[in-house]
């Protein structure tokens, strides 16, 4: 039986995304699967990402990407294709 620290270690891990986590350079797209709306300010670029609701998608600056990536309720996903 591991102790109570090693759960917890294996509840934080997560699968990356199409592209990956930590991908420099190389903009990502986040999903909200959340309740409500949700807006997050990008620590290292100071930006504001607003999920209006649930299934709302949003462009992360690259530098803000990772912190963005551990939030619980946002998971990365393809880009949106264009439409014409």
């Known amino acids: 039986m591991g ?8 509840v934080a ?8 986590p930590l991908t420099p ?9 959340g309740h409500t709306g949700l807006t997050v300010t990008g620590p290292a670029t100071g930006r504001t990402y607003r999920f209006e609701s649930p299934g709302a998608t949003v462009e ?3 530098r803000d990407r990772a ?3 551990a939030i619980p ?3 990365q996903v393809e880009a949106p294709k264009p439409t014409l």
């Open 25 to 33: 350079g190389v903009p990502a797209w986040f999903e909200y699967i």
């Open 3 to 10: 102790c109570c620290g090693q759960r917890r270690a294996a």
């Open 13 to 20: 891990l997560r699968t990356p995304g199409p592209t990956g």
């Open 73 to 75: 309720v946002l998971r």
């Open 67 to 69: 912190a963005v990536y």
């Open 60 to 62: 992360v600056h690259p």
